[in-house]
């Protein structure tokens, strides 16, 4: 199975990274964990990135707040998917993370999902890799019907409560 490089622009936003990495060891999805920045090791996030393929690497996540540029600057220089995070930050609230990350010019993709949103980077990353990943497809399956039985339950004790 392909891994998934996480790399995150400060180890502020290993909290939101932990969600990311608690899905991975769930579904037994390997992964690295790096912290590189945009603005201050970009060389260093432009060598993972372009070695990324390489390297055995199927996705990368990256998390970043604030000015955000760490999606769209590792976007730039693979051709694999990445899906960016948006983090929340003291300074409005993560809307400008969530608009850097979005806001990407045509020929340079990032996924990107909500504010905070490391379980669903993780998930989206599973999804890619389970189009050549039967066991990992089933899976995933698996965990969307113990999901939905949960909110099926909790229906079931709404409704009881309220006599529906």
Excluded: W
Excluded at 11 to 38: C, N, R, W
């Amino acid at each position: 199975m392909k891994k998934v490089g996480i790399i995150m622009g400060s180890d502020s936003d290993l909290p939101i990274v932990q969600k990311a990495i608690d899905t991975f060891q769930t579904l037994g999805i390997p992964f690295e964990v790096h912290v590189y920045s945009a603005h201050r090791t970009p060389e260093q996030a432009r060598d993972f990135a372009r070695s990324a393929r390489e390297n055995g690497f199927g996705a990368i996540i990256a998390a970043a707040g604030m000015a955000a540029h760490l999606a769209g600057a590792i976007a730039a220089n693979t051709t694999l998917p990445v899906i960016g995070i948006p983090c929340k930050s003291s300074t409005l609230d993560g809307i400008d993370a969530l608009l850097s990350t979005v806001q990407m010019p045509s020929g340079i993709p990032v996924a990107t999902v909500a504010i905070n949103g490391g379980v669903n980077a993780a998930l989206l990353c599973a999804q890619i890799l389970a189009v050549e990943d039967k066991a990992l497809a089933a899976m995933l399956d698996a965990k969307r019907s113990a999901d939905a039985e949960l909110v099926l339950a909790k229906d079931a004790k709404i409704a009881a409560q309220f006599g529906c």
